[in-house]
């Protein structure tokens, strides 16, 4: 299990309704918008009151902007604009060092300096406006610039991580985890020859003791959005089969973000439907957290489906799918695994272990301009406060979409420079 301080101040990553801290303890808490911000303390990173900071040049090979540099020698700036709400972030390559602590079951804790990428922003807009990521988004992606990447690339880790949300809420991450022997697990997909995303086959969506016929489809596994999204046509059968099953009276409601929204009393009987996704194998991935709740008027409780349409003939499993699993990314062997879990018991994590240098020696610098580069994807989403957006994405299933938030190539803090 790995903590995380910058210059002194908690790196923290924030999400649309997840917020994850990440520090000794990584947790998560589910809070809406942008109070996020009302009780947390945050601090700003300066690259200029850390002792280890640098900035990246633009010869550098993990510079991908570096046409817009004027020299050589110039801190490399990045740019990226998100597919909504006018959102976008710019500023500066910065390296510095994550000071990480290891856990493992057979051994003491330890510690060591791990180098990063960062990308400094100086200037946000659209969601970054609103409150969405007050303090940062950590890049979780296959990309090489991502802190899962730069960690495994440096030697301190399996080259694999794995994140465990609660259905309280809460939540951690382990970087270099494999997960348990037990588990699950399905490969996944490459787009266009590439692993560049975390794609994966469903091949069937099963509502209750029904599953669907002719309902397979390819899924981005993306911890950053909050809820799933389904294909229009898988949509459109698994709602009404849902609605089938239910025995409760579905409501309209022009407010409710979810379209499949029924009322019922404290004195009814009703029944909420069960959902699992199957998968090549007969591996099968049990739905905890599909349905969102609340108290209406007068004692009734309207609960929702929380599975929204998209426009795309790819899904996204997002947060709520995730939900009482360890979802582990193995990246080395390239698939997805998972095992049911309350998130709790650390003692099964014995397996995750950072490595620290000799005694005596630096860390394992990132990679230098001498060394081979490889095709990198930029591509990430900020957390928007509010209700998450019901148009994922515009592209195409060979033009991947900008929704990575978690799952990001790069982590993305607000500096004072």
Known sequence: MLGATCCGSHVIAYNALLCLPVTIIPWCSNILGASIVQDKDLSEYSPSLSSSSKNLSCSHLLCESSSYCKGPNDP???????????????????????????????????????????????????????????????????????????????????????????????????????????????????IGGKYEKYFVRVEHLCVGSSCLVKSGFSALVDSGTSFTYLPPEIYDKVVLEFDKQVNARRISNQEDFWKYCYNVSSQEPFKIPSMRLKFAMNQSFDIHNHIY????????????????????????????????????????????????????????????????????ESPIPLPTNEQQSTNNTRAVTPAVAGRASTNPSAASSLQIPNLLCLMASLLILRCLL
């Open 76 to 190: 490399c700036p990045y740019i990226i604009e998100y597919d909504s709400d006018n959102t976008s972030t710019s500023g500066y390559l910065v390296e510095d060092k994550l000071h990480l602590k290891s856990f493992s079951g057979h051994s003491e804790e330890s510690s060591v300096q791990a180098p990063v990428v960062i990308g400094c922003g100086r200037k946000q807009s659209g969601g970054y406006l609103d409150g969405a990521a007050p303090d940062g988004l950590m890049g979780l992606g296959p990309g090489n610039i991502s802190v899962p990447s730069l960690l495994a690339q440096a030697g301190l880790i399996q080259n694999s991580f794995s994140i465990c949300l609660d259905e309280n809420g809460s939540g951690r991450i382990y970087f270099g985890d494999k997960g348990l022997a037990t588990q699950q697990s399905t490969p996944f997909l490459p």
């Open 293 to 360: 709740s609340y108290t209406g008027n007068e004692g009734f409780t309207i609960f929702c489906l929380t599975v929204l349409r998209g426009k795309d003939d790819f899904g996204i499993i997002g947060q709520n799918f995730m939900t009482g699993h360890d979802i582990v990314f193995d990246r080395e062997n390239l698939k997805l695994g998972w095992s049911h879990s309350s998130c709790q018991d650390v003692n099964d994590k014995s397996s995750v272990h950072l490595a620290p240098p000799p005694s005596g």
